[in-house]
């Protein structure tokens, strides 16, 4: 690849640039900051897209839209590769409208895939697809600023490390090392995959003892299954019995309250009849001292006619005191009177004549006494008379009265004895036997404990064997879960054989692989020691007081012409920067061909001389122009010295903060 024009737009520094560039040695000198890198960058960017290169650092600070148009020839083709930035927001982004390549003018045809631009360009460059693009570019072509000395002056070990990457070996220990990882995940896989094999004699006498179990735990359980059955039937027929004897009792028991009731009747029946005799017999008692009492007499009849003449007589008596009391009015009211006439006959009334009246009343008066006396004696007769009689009546009236009342307990007495007998006629009939009911309690008792007993024993059954099935069911299910466990550890023992093969063979894989980047590395030695050779011998056109080897370690040495040696950091400014420029470009060719492309075209040295005293930088001008195997050289430096060994000169500037570069002839 031969650079032949760069051209910027708002990309850094700058707002516009152009560059022309061709084979043979170009500089491009100013001051820090000028914008040098600027343009080396542009051509990593147009190369490699955002692979690296921040698109934040590429596009101008304050600009929308940043565009790099990049020209090369790569053998007869000449290629112009573009890219477009676009910043949205806060983010900027490649343009993929933006984005094309062009061979000899005319579009190469892209699938619009962000990355189809980079893979046309490794297609161009010829640069094999599982590399680093950048990367091998950088190593090949491009030597960042202070690398130069750098690489001849570390230490063996960091050499070792930079040799690895540009011969891009460090791959082979990356690979060395994370086999280890990957060889050690296995290895703990196979510990655990052993450690669990080990507990197989286990699981197997395991299984058999469980077997055992089970065959045990069957046997035992279809025995209570058994004996619960026969229980169980034994229960049912007791309950029926039970039931057959209660319902026995129940009428037997109502029966007996029956004949209990009619017991109580009887006896009930029985005090009153004793009531009823002893009232009858004290009635008799009564009646037979009466009927000797009593002397019926003959005019029993006459009592009534005694009566009847006594109320006449009293009767009579009465008129009689009437009639006194009036004769004794009357003839008070005349005495009252005195002489004069007669109220009442209007008569004259004289004193005889009221006398005379006097012993008239007088006289009536004792008539009537005299018939109330006669009245009274006859009434005395009759008194006794009618005393007697109507006593005699009297007892006779009670002795009726009591031989009936004896008739109606007579009655009552046949009543109540008719009653007990029909009442024991009922018992009779009943038949109720006291006995029986006992005996058929007492079996009643004795079926009701024999049933709580079986009860109680059914319910223990059913919870031995609630639990056997329990049980067999937890030893079927593990027996299942370690029936399956051998079965994956038999699978698990073919599985550690293939572990421990592939384990071997990753082993010897590691080793080998080791061996390889130990193999590359010295078959390199001894190309890169002449390349080296070579590049030295180009670049030191004069006779030099030491000779420079490189050593197992790539480490250059030097001698003096009687073969005695002489550490590197003893050699003057200039010879040191002779031998690391050839150790960077044979490191270069090395490279190219470890990638199998071919030698580089163009070397782009970015601030070489930075450490370099004056002497140092003379030298390197010197061994710049002797290179003869590069055809183009891009350097970007600060001192005008390396411009004495340039074709071309570029002044970089910058000015009110915008960079232009100009031409110097
Ligand atoms: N995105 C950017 N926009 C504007 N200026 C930038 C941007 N990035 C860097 N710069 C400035 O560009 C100038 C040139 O940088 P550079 O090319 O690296 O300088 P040098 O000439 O030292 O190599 C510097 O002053 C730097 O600060
Ligand atoms: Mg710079």
Redesign the pocket.
Known sequence: MIIEKVEIENI??YERCEIDLSKGITTLT??????????L?AIEYALFGSEGLNN???????TKLGKISLTFKEGNDTYNIIRTLKRQGKTITAEPSGSAIFKNNEVIPLLGRANDLNQKILEVLKYPSNVKAKELFETTSYTRQDEIRKLIEMSIEKRQEQIDKILMLSKYKDTWENLKDVINDFQNELLEKKTRLESESLIQKDIELLKQKIKDNAEKLSKEEREHNQNLQAYQTLSSQIKEIEEKIETLTKKRRVVDELKGQIIHLRTEIEEIKNSKESLEKESQILSQKIKIPKNKENLEEFKKKKMLLENEIEIFKQEKKKIINDFSKIKNLGEGKCPVCLQNVTLNHINSLKKEFEEREKLIDEKIHQNQEIIEKLLPQIKELSEAVEIEDKLQKINELIKEKEKNLQDQRRKISEAQEKIKVLNFDEEFLNTEEKKLKKFKTEETELLSKINAQKRIIDLLTKENKAMTNELAEKTELLLKMEKSKEEIKKLERVITLLNRLREDIRNIREIIRRNFLEEFRQEFQRKFEEIRKYEEEYTVDINLNYEPIAYTKDREEVPISNLSGGEKTSVALAYRLALSNLAAQISAIKPPEVLIL?EPTIGLDKEDIKALNEALQNIGTIPQIII?T?EDELKDAANFKYE?K?ERGL?KITKVD
Do not use: E, Q, Y
């Not at 934040?56 to 304050?62: E, K, Q, V, Y």
């Open positions: 850094r520094s100013g001051r820090t900051g000028a914008g040098k890198s600027t343009i960058m934040s650092a590429i596009l101008r600070r304050g970015d970007v600060h970089v910058k960079s």
